[in-house]
Nanobody, 123 residues
Framework: VQLQASGGGLVQPGGSLRLSCAAS????????MDWYRQAPGKQRELVAT???????NLADSVKGRFTISRDSDKNTMYLQMNSLKPEDTAVYYC??????????????????WGQGTQVTVSS
């Protein structure tokens, strides 16, 4: 089971980007999914969370600008980022609470992380 983050890039202030995080492997169920980010010299911070039921929570710094969503059929989560600011520059990581059955058909809960995707907001 792994997560693959994509969609980062260079954008001017005020621009938009859409990040994706796709889960693959022998997945039984995905519960909460999260986006984190880490700027140079700073600690990793939680940006957004979405539950399996679709409830969302956003950090105060991105409320009104970012939207988190998921497509359960595709095991994919998205982060729509609008009105981007230079302070949004960071590596964005996704993670999720995943349940899968191992080779012994035993349920195993894991929390893998994606590899990160760079978002740079600069003129």
């Amino acid at each position: 089971v792994q997560l693959q983050a994509s969609g980062g890039g260079l954008v001017q202030p005020g621009g938009s980007l859409r990040l994706s995080c796709a889960a693959s492997g022998s997945i039984f169920r995905i519960d909460a999914m999260d986006w984190y980010r880490q700027a140079p010299g700073k600690q990793r911070e939680l940006v957004a969370t979405i539950t399996s039921g679709g409830d969302t929570n956003l950090a105060d710094s991105v409320k009104g600008r970012f939207t988190i969503s998921r497509d359960s059929d595709k095991n994919t989560m998205y982060l729509q980022m609008n009105s981007l600011k230079p302070e949004d520059t960071a590596v964005y990581y996704c993670t999720a609470n995943i349940l899968f059955y191992n080779a012994n058909e035993e349920p195993v809960a894991i929390r893998p992380w994606g590899q990160g995707t760079q978002v740079t907001v600069s003129s």
